[in-house]
């Protein structure tokens, strides 16, 4: 058990860029054991640039400051390393194998973990947080609809048993429904034992979830605070819950269409396992 006093992750002064391009400009952050932080943000804000940097898929960077994991510095390391110490990332896109069934995506999760029983029970953890995951054991992962390649995606970086989960964007253009259903699961996961730094543009879901959470605005942190005072900034509350309110909400067709699906699972990076 890592100890209260000590974060699980912390981010000082980091610096990201690309080319000449400051993204990130001196971040400072930390993430509690068992608690569930949301990053908000506009497009462009560098809200998945910063996960980037987190689990070392851009390469030289952080350029300045220091990342540490469980008390270890993780910037600089190989992000096969970042994922064995027990952090796992679920990027933008969902990403799963198209051409694998569900089960294979699953057990490709699980590579690092080399004791089959605990890769059994946490299988069996992700089919009950995930019920159509076993009924699609089989299946091509390519041929799901959005929400079920989602929900994969989830389940498969939970195969790791990371103590740290990374989701970037879990909503993105699912339905309604789907969106309540995924953010149940995130609070399932911190419930579990399992800490999540979240990015979310739809403020109001993500605050429901989050114990605590910041503000990226052009690569720096400009709000931060309990999930509670977030809701009640006047600032947040204009730029960020009122954008989530008036956007239309995604359609059941758009979660389910084909193209959709596959155009997200065309990308075969698989950051998270």
């Known amino acids: ?24 400009s001196d971040v400072s952050l930390t993430v509690a054991e068992g608690t569930v932080k949301v990053i908000l943000g506009s497009n462009g804000a560098g809200k998945s640039t910063l996960l980037g940097t987190i689990m070392g898929v851009l390469d030289g960077q952080p350029q300045r400051g220091t990342i540490t994991f469980r008390g270890q510095r993780i ?18 896109g969902r990403r799963v194998f198209p051409e694998l069934t569900v089960s294979e995506n699953l057990r490709v999760g699980a590579y690092t973990v080399r004791d089959r029983q605990s890769t059994r029970r946490t299988l069996e953890r992700v089919h009950d947080y995930f019920p159509i995951l076993a009924d699609r054991q089989t299946q091509p992962a390519g041929t799901l609809s959005g929400g079920e390649q989602q929900m994969l995606a989830i389940g498969r970086a939970l195969m790791n048993e990371p103590e740290l989960l990374l989701l970037d964007e879990p909503s993105l253009g699912l339905a309604p429904l789907l969106v309540r259903q995924v953010f149940d699961i995130i609070s399932q996961i911190r419930d ?14 993500g605050l429901k979830v989050a114990d605590d959470g910041v503000v990226l605005e052009g690569g720096e942190l400009v709000v931060s605070g309990t999930a509670a005072e977030l809701v009640d900034n006047d600032e947040v509350e204009e730029l960020y819950m009122g954008a989530a309110s008036t956007t239309p909400e995604p359609s059941a067709e758009s979660d389910t269409s084909e193209r959709g699906a596959q155009r997200g699972a065309r990308n075969d990076v698989d950051l998270e396992s």
Do not use: W
């Open 192 to 205: 579990e034992g399992v800490t999540v730094l979240l990015v979310e543009q739809n403020a109001r879901m």
């Open 1 to 24: 058990m890592n100890n209260p006093a000590t974060p699980l992750l912390k981010l000082d002064g980091v610096e990201t860029y690309y080319g000449p391009l400051r993204a990130l």
């Open 75 to 92: 910037d600089g390391m190989a992000t096969e390393k970042i994922v064995r110490a027990g952090i796992s990332y679920v990027p933008e």
